[in-house]
């Protein structure tokens, strides 16, 4: 069931991912039932007024979670490496990349917080030559065992320029359920949505040794837009 369109169009015509118009429709069903009867049966208006505005920002927070920008990478495709997500950068690494790659690998991550748009992009152009679901745990998405201990998604990529690159969907301390579009086989685009994760996660990508690193931990990139890598 789609959204209401003044829903859709809410906040400068911003469009509202899938993965949240079933539980916005369902957050504001439950407000509304929680809302009503206080205002008919409990006065004066101080209470009633207090949990309305409660309400609001309760689902403002959560749509704006679930906002979905439509982006478009201008810059050169080939041989580029675009961020997966909006957030911060929080790691740059030498590590190892056992489950795709099998080799050391520079790890880039980026954390996305719970105000940030939490869609995911491709970084590379190309096909996707492998994907696996992992259960874990969920430990706050900062810490460094993270990247292994956690729910996760990997998703492994042949560029179109023949390198291949690991990207890695993982599940933080808030977030429960990492959703993955990718399949074995289909054809990857910078353009295009990877996945989704709900409510403040992160993102490593793993890339070959060589490869030229554009951004610096602690700065902010945009899913689709901001350019993080060029291969050599």
């Known amino acids: 069931m789609p959204l209401p369109f003044h829903i859709q169009t809410l906040a400068i ?43 609001i920002v309760v689902y403002c927070f959560v749509f704006n979670f679930f906002r979905c920008p439509q982006r478009h990478y201008h810059g050169e495709r080939r041989g580029m490496v675009v961020s997966s997500v909006d957030g911060k950068v929080v790691a740059i690494e030498r590590t190892y990349e056992g489950e795709y790659l099998k080799s050391d690998a520079i790890m880039l991550s980026v954390f996305m917080s719970p105000l940030n748009v939490h869609a995911n992009w491709f970084p590379v152009d190309g096909e996707v030559e492998y994907v696996a679901h992992h259960n874990g745990r969920f430990y706050s998405a900062y810490l460094p065992k993270a990247s292994t201990d956690n729910e996760r998604s990997t998703i492994g990529i042949l560029a179109d320029c023949g390198k291949r690159i690991t990207v890695r969907q993982i599940a933080g301390a808030m977030a429960r359920r990492i959703v993955t579009y990718a399949h074995k086989g289909e054809e990857a685009s910078i353009d295009e949505h990877l996945g989704f994760i709900k409510f403040g996660s992160r993102v490593d990508l793993y890339l070959p040794l060589d490869t030229e690193i554009l951004v610096n931990i602690g700065d902010i990139t945009h899913g689709g837009v901001t350019p993080v890598a060029k291969f050599n």
């Open 13 to 55: 015509g911003m469009k509202i991912h899938r993965e949240g118009t079933n539980i916005l429709i369902l957050l504001f069903i439950v407000l509304a039932a929680l809302n009503v009867p206080i205002w008919l049966f409990i006065p004066p208006y101080i209470i009633p007024g207090i949990l309305s505005a409660i309400s």
